[in-house]
């Protein structure tokens, strides 16, 4: 039974395992314990095949888990789903092509007993200008967000969305975004998987990083970025002290790298404040910077994975299989 007060996510020791005749058992998720309150943007960070779209799964009740709990609002995902407390926007699936934009949503409208005005819900999702364009017409970006407005039919709490802007050019995931705002601006609770940095780090205002099936590093993003790098201080020196003020820096045990390119001086550490009153005080240093590491520095940093820029996040080769009769 739902309960009022109850987290919109709550997954406790979820684990997943696919198998197939004759390969060996894959974990695609490993023990993962995650609450997501109610209201919060979170997004899942991490490379391909790290988990982030089968805990999304099964948070939506598409396949279920090997062991461990997941819940919604306190329920189980398909009951909140069936409630229409729960939207999806997936990577891809179920669009009929011989239909125009609007003939899709007003049909999907349909199924649901009470569903939001098809022409507002074209509007938010930006597709006003595209409404009586066929499907099979649309581009990339275009049918994401088309898939967007469908999820928006049933006024859900929680829009959960698996890499939403993936094959989206630059300009095309800027309005989604804005869009997406919007809704979170209007109290939703949004959770994304992404392999795009700038999303994580724009629009979300916490950042799990999964790897290899677990949770590696859960905060906001200054806390991930300031946890995986420190913070970086920039400042310029005085002609002729520029060697022996680097030297004198590197001694200093918080102190995790320095560089030099010119008389701007770059210090990379754990102690910012007491780099500055040093540079600013006795060595002299003057214009100072201050700012924390990316987050492409602090997801290498945590994990030591090259991997996040790679494209849209496959998962594991069998989990497609596993899924065909559940979706």
Request: proline share 4%; aromatic share 4%; glycine share 10%.
């Amino acid at each position: 039974m739902s309960s009022p007060s109850a987290p919109a996510i709550e997954l406790r020791g979820l684990h997943k395992s696919f198998t197939r005749p004759g390969h060996p058992s894959v974990e695609a998720v490993r023990g993962v314990d995650l609450t997501v309150d109610r209201g919060q943007i979170v997004a899942f960070l991490g490379p391909n095949g790290a988990g982030k779209t089968t805990t999304l799964d099964m948070v939506l009740g598409l396949t279920e888990p090997t062991s461990g709990t997941a819940l919604v609002y306190g329920d189980r995902p398909r009951r909140a789903i069936t409630a229409g407390r729960v939207s999806a926007v997936l990577q891809t699936g179920g669009l009929l092509r011989d239909l125009t934009v609007r003939e899709t949503v007003r049909m999907i409208a349909s199924t649901f007993p009470r569903a939001a005005d098809v022409d507002d819900v074209l509007e938010r999702a930006g597709l006003a200008d595209q409404r009586d364009r066929m499907v099979s017409k649309c581009s990339g970006g275009e049918q994401q967000r088309l898939r967007f407005a469908l999820a928006l039919l049933p006024d859900p709490e929680l829009l959960i969305l698996d890499e939403p802007t993936a094959g989206m050019d630059v300009a095309a995931r800027h309005d989604f975004w804005a869009a997406m705002r919007a809704e979170a601006d209007a109290g939703r609770t949004v959770v994304f998987a992404t392999h795009y940095l700038e999303e994580a780090d724009s629009f979300a205002e916490r950042i799990v990083m999964i790897a290899q099936g677990r949770v590696i590093a859960d905060g906001t993003t200054a806390e991930i970025r300031s946890r995986a790098t420190g913070r970086t201080v920039t400042a310029s020196l005085p002609p002729g002290r520029v060697g022996s003020v680097a030297a004198a820096l590197r001694e200093q045990e918080h102190v995790a790298e320095v560089s030099l390119a010119g008389s701007r001086i770059t210090v990379r550490t754990g102690d910012s404040d007491r780099v500055a009153l040093a540079l600013l005080t006795e060595l002299g240093g003057t214009e100072l910077e201050i700012t924390t590491g990316s987050l492409d520095d602090a997801f290498l940093a945590i994990t030591g994975d090259d991997q996040l820029h790679t494209g849209a996040d496959t998962e594991i080769d069998t989990q497609a299989d596993t899924q065909e009769g559940v979706r």
